[in-house]
Nanobody
C-alpha cells in the first residue's frame, strides 16, 4: 500500500512563499510520476504541476514561472516551491502518484495524499 503524506501548508500574505512536501512510502518512488493538484472552495480539482520519473516537468499556465516542482528520490519526497503567491492560489493542495505513466490528468493517478491547506491573504 502506497501512502502519501503532505506537509508545509499554512497562511501567507500575497507575494509570499511556501514550500510543500509530500513523502511517499514504498521502494519504487523513482518510477512514479508525481503530481500536485489543488481544489479551492466551490471549485473542481485542478492540475498544478507534475514531475516525471525522467525529471521532466509540466506546469499549469496559472502557476508557470511562480511554482517549481522537484523531487528527491533518495528521500521519497516531492516538493512544490510556491513563490509570488496570490489569493487565487488559496486551496487544499494534494500530491498524487502514478507509476510508469506521464500524465497531468487527475483521473489517471492511483494514489493521493490527504491534502494540505494553503491560504493566501490579500
Amino acid at each position: 500500500q502506497v501512502q502519501l503524506v503532505e506537509s508545509g501548508g499554512g497562511l501567507v500574505q500575497a507575494g509570499g512563499s511556501l514550500r510543500l512536501s509530500c513523502v511517499v512510502s514504498g521502494r519504487t518512488f523513482s518510477t512514479y510520476t508525481m503530481g500536485w493538484f489543488r481544489q479551492a472552495p466551490g471549485k473542481e480539482r485542478e492540475f498544478v504541476a507534475a514531475i516525471y520519473s525522467t525529471g521532466g516537468r509540466t506546469y499549469a499556465d496559472s502557476v508557470a514561472g511562480r511554482f517549481t516542482v522537484s523531487r528527491d528520490n533518495a528521500k521519497n519526497t516531492v516538493y512544490l516551491q510556491m513563490n509570488s503567491l496570490k489569493p487565487d492560489d488559496t486551496a487544499v493542495y494534494y500530491c498524487a502518484a502514478v507509476r510508469l505513466r506521464s500524465t497531468t490528468s487527475g483521473a489517471e493517478y492511483d494514489y493521493w495524499g490527504q491534502g494540505t491547506q494553503v491560504i493566501v491573504s490579500s
